[in-house]
């Protein structure tokens, strides 16, 4: 097993920079401090775990990077205890940083392979998420709902009916929009039918799969 403490110098710098980039929730920023990224990606990643930046995890996904992972984490303004669910599992570190949160995790990832080596990951490292799952993310996760908080992980081309749907009131999801560059987009759920909108800046995501069946 690699080192989980080693590179703590790193991981505080990291959280610094995300600080200087307009990260403002210390909550994030000290979970930051804490989350061994080096062990979620490949070895010959190691020496730059701690950059700012997204790197492959195979099966032509990547690891979001650390101020994306950090702003969506921010918008969700979670609380201890709230039920989140997140679309895009991929290495596994966005879970990581919402456990750290101290949230109820939900995780649906719809690669085979990245399920599994991510699933098997997180009981090595002791990561509990309540649920991972090997399906598909527009759908939502009907029976675990409905969530404080839901943070998608990848690019949509449009935004969900399930996971609107699967707010609680006053529920926000997270979810950048778009194809070939996605606006940052939270939605504040007010009532049954209502939902205030709020866009924040472009970031370029990898595609949310559409449903092959
Ligand atoms: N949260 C991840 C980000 C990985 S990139 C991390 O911190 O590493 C986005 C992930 O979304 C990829 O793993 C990809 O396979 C997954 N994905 C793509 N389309 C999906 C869908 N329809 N449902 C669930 N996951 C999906």
């Known amino acids: 097993m690699r080192d989980t403490l080693k590179h703590s110098g790193m991981r505080n710098k990291l959280a610094n920079v995300l600080a200087a980039k307009g990260i403002r929730d210390k909550k994030v920023l000290d979970v930051i401090r804490t989350i061994p990224r080096h062990l979620f990606l490949d070895s010959s990643f190691e020496a730059h ?10 099966a032509d996904q990547t690891i ?4 994306t992972v950090a ?24 879970t990581a940083v ?5 949230v109820k995790v939900y995780t649906i990832e719809r690669q085979l392979e990245l399920f599994k080596k991510t699933s098997l990951f997180f009981s090595k490292m002791g990561y509990r998420p309540k649920k991972a799952t090997f399906g598909d993310g527009y ?22 009916k399930p996971l609107l749907a699967q707010l609680k009131i006053g529920g926000r999801l997270v979810i950048p929009v778009g194809i ?11 009532s049954a039918k209502e939902f205030e909108k709020k866009e ?8 949310l799969l559409e449903d092959k069946n």
Do not use: H, W
């Open 200 to 207: 924040f800046g472009s970031f370029r995501f990898v595609p």
């Open 49 to 58: 775990a701690y950059q700012d930046k997204a790197f492959p995890i195979g």
């Open 139 to 160: 759908k939502g996760m009907p029976e675990e709902a409905p969530f404080d908080g839901i943070i998608v992980t990848a690019g949509a081309p449009f935004v969900p």
């Open 71 to 94: 702003f969506q984490s921010e918008l969700l303004e979670i609380s201890a205890n709230d039920k989140v669910l997140e679309i895009g599992t991929g290495s596994g570190y966005q």
């Open 64 to 67: 979001s990077q650390p101020y």
């Open 180 to 190: 070939d560059e996605q606006i940052m987009t939270l939605f504040i759920r007010k």
């Open 98 to 102: 919402l456990l750290g949160l101290k």
